[in-house]
């Protein structure tokens, strides 16, 4: 690989789940650090991160067309960017990267992104680097504080999973579970709070099964921590995701009562609806106890919007059981969820499993599946008209004296009017679509969360 002079400009293309997303802010910041400035829109590069996901084949396979389409456009251009892929991909398929794309000269695994910058200055010297190692936390130690935020900012508590769901990447690319020690994260989120955000969300593959200790070691589970930063006076929202129901514990749920500034919104992944394609897929709950589960949380805090990830088609599905996780939808009522459709993922149990099911079929079910989460959807979005809420000014609409924010369930409202992006206005709900809102606004910038 030719050397090159040391790059000036820099993009990072995140895929994938809000951790990748995490990440990337991350990456961001120790590029800045380096004196590195994003590149303006609509301009070529010099350095471009790919960070990407491999949760599903087609989300993988993203990686070799974005290189393809980044080579032809540096050589129509007269000059190739250096090119790092960084993400899931690169843990999973770091040596098979680095042999099928040699335009590419930095592969960096998900804990080891905190190294772009000596890899960057090996490129530079037209060396080519792969890092795929797991040293646990070394990465947050070593990456620069954060400098900028919206006013919703995401903050990594917990990394990896050891649930071995038999479909899933996830802990081959992520690794084990750990938890980010709790005087870091309450640091980090001051850092943030004061870099403008009013909302965090905590993130982690399995956030709930986060635990720590306070300053007095007390052991404290992730409802200890969502207390603690909710004691951040200019905090005014908290959010977290993803949660596994192994993990739930009755202080989480009692957490959604007594927390003002934790939004009433639970995302809790159930996958099917049928106790035998459960246990194949090792989820170590059943649909019996997943709706017991969402009993609690809703004695909890009555108003809670529910939310959940589906897979259609896992291997050996019967026609009755996917019948049963229809059945299971209707029971909770979801107030919006993702659906996918079973996607063979090489290394992991299920892709040796026999009754893989056919394309079509899994197709036909996965409509089914979202016509009754879309219908779900409306209703859910329908019962909140004639609520007064806040909602969080992000950013601005389409139209002149056009705003977007969310409500404390996460759906998406519109409202006009003099406002500015960190505002909590306060509005009426007057009207709902599948997807939006459109909110009357009672008083510009809310004092009330
Ligand atoms: N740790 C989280 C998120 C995992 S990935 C959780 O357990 O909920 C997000 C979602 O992608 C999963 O919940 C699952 O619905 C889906 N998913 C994961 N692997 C998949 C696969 N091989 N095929 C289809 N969907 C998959
Ligand atoms: Fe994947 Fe299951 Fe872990 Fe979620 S809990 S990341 S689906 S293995
Ligand atoms: Fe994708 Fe990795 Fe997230 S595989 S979903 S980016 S943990």
């Given at each position: 690989m030719p050397s090159a002079p040391p790059p000036k400009t820099f993009r990072v293309k995140s895929f994938g789940c809000q951790m990748n997303a995490y990440d990337g802010e991350r990456m961001t910041d120790l590029l800045e650090a380096q004196g590195i400035v994003p590149a303006a829109e609509g301009d070529d590069a010099d350095l471009v991160v790919l960070n990407t996901c491999h949760i599903r084949e087609r989300a993988a396979e993203k990686v070799y067309s974005d290189i393809g389409r980044l080579v032809k456009n540096g050589d129509a251009a007269g000059k190739r960017p250096l090119i790092a892929v960084a993400g899931c991909v690169a843990q999973a398929e770091g040596e098979e990267i680095m042999v099928r794309a040699p335009a590419v000269s930095m592969v960096v695994g998900p804990q080891a992104y905190h190294r772009l910058p000596e890899m960057?200055?090996?490129?530079?010297?037209?060396?080519?680097?792969?890092?795929?190692?797991?040293?646990?936390?070394?990465?947050?130690?070593?990456?620069?504080?954060?400098?900028?935020?919206?006013?919703?900012?995401?903050?990594?508590?917990?990394?990896?999973?050891?649930?071995?769901?038999?479909?899933?990447?996830?802990?081959?690319?992520?690794?084990?579970?750990?938890?980010?020690?709790?005087?870091?994260?309450?640091?980090?989120?001051?850092?943030?709070?004061?870099?403008?955000?009013?909302?965090?969300?905590?993130?982690?593959?399995?956030?709930?099964?986060?635990?720590?200790?306070?300053?007095?070691?007390?052991?404290?589970?992730?409802?200890?921590?969502?207390?603690?930063?909710?004691?951040?006076?200019?905090?005014?929202?908290?959010?977290?995701?993803?949660?596994?129901?192994?993990?739930?514990?009755?202080?989480?749920?009692?957490?959604?009562?007594?927390?003002?500034k934790l939004m009433p919104f639970l995302h809790l992944p159930v996958q099917s609806g049928s106790d035998r394609v459960l246990k194949g897929m090792n989820r170590s709950h059943t649909a019996e106890s997943y709706l017991r589960l969402i009993e609690r949380f809703r004695a909890a805090r009555p108003d809670l919007a529910v939310s959940g990830d589906f897979i259609v088609g896992f291997p050996g599905e019967t026609d009755a059981e996917f019948a049963e996780t229809l059945r299971l939808i209707d029971a909770v009522g979801y107030a919006q969820a993702f659906s996918f459709k079973y996607s063979s993922r090489p290394g992991t149990p299920a892709a040796t499993m026999s009754g893989h099911i056919p394309q079509p079929v899994m197709e036909e079910r996965l409509q089914k599946l979202q016509a009754a989460l879309n219908r779900d959807q409306l209703a859910f979005n329908q019962s909140t008209v004639g609520k007064k809420c806040a909602v969080l000014v992000e950013r601005r609409g389409k139209l002149p004296g056009q705003w977007l924010g969310k409500s404390p369930w996460l759906q998406s409202v519109w409202f006009t009017g003099d406002h500015a992006i960190g505002d909590l206005v306060e509005v009426e709900l007057v009207e709902a679509g599948p997807n939006s809102l459109a909110g009357r606004v009672l008083r510009p910038a809310a004092a009330a969360a």
């Open positions: 960057i200055e090996q490129a530079s010297r037209g060396e080519r680097s792969s890092d795929t190692e797991m040293p646990p936390i070394a990465k947050f130690d070593a990456l620069p504080g954060r400098r900028r935020s919206g006013p919703s900012a995401f903050l990594t508590v917990q990394e990896g999973c050891d649930k071995f769901c038999t479909y899933c990447v996830v802990p081959y690319t992520r690794g084990a579970e750990i938890s980010r020690p709790f005087k870091d994260l309450l640091a980090e989120a001051e850092r943030l709070v004061e870099a403008g955000a009013c909302e965090i969300t905590l993130l982690g593959q399995n956030v709930n099964a986060w635990s720590g200790e306070d300053e007095k070691g007390r052991p404290l589970g992730l409802d200890g921590l969502i207390r603690a930063i909710a004691a951040l006076p200019d905090l005014r929202r908290i959010r977290y995701t993803t949660s596994h129901p192994a993990d739930v514990t009755d202080g989480l749920v009692a957490a959604h009562g007594e927390i003002d």
